[in-house]
């Protein structure tokens, strides 16, 4: 049988959260006097809250207590949350819902794999989560992207092999934690920074059902 489990990453995949993320860590990381650019961006998508906010105290060599780090997660998460609470479909990125009718018309598994725990939230603000047969986020799992826990218990969830899975990912952290799962990794994205996955296109616009038909009966 041709059923295959594709597997979504969600910020920066399906929705353009990614630039929300971006700012909110930027505003935190500005408030304590570490800069942050769109180069130390990259290095913490697909990577959890906690991981993100320990690199970025690293990078500016900041120790603090537990207590402030919890509360500098917070400060993130709300501010993140005022970006989050004004979405709607309008953000869903582009050719996603092309991609997603394909999937479902021809009857193959749909996972969501994402390290965000605030993923159900976002998925019903776009008026997508009816679309997945599994949700495995950042609640989840122990151990964060490039760990493939993630997209191993997506997988489980879908009752599907890995090794019959395709992820797709927008963050470097997730395309080594889908080669690391023995799936197809699909990065969207640039070339340049993706180069680890065995396909990266810019956006879905880019892959033609075609190509999903041939993942499929491969
Ligand atoms: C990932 C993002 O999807 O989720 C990261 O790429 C983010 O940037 C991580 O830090 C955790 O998200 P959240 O919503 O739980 O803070
Ligand atoms: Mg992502």
Redesign the pocket.
Known sequence: MNKKGFIF????VIVDT?KY?YLAWRKLAESIGVSFTEKENEQ??????IK?LEKILEWGNKTISEDDFMKLMAIK?DD?LTYINKMDEEEILIDVNRVLEYLIQNKQGIALG??????RTILKKVNLISDFNAIVD?NDVEKGKPNPEVFLKAAKALEIEPQHCIVFED?VAGVQAANAANMVSIGIGEQEILHEADYVFKNFTEMENSFLNELIKK
């Open positions: 990453d969600l910020d920066g990614a993320h913490l998508k697909g990577v959890s809250r993100s998460n993140y994402s390290a965000s725990k605030n993923a950042g963050s």
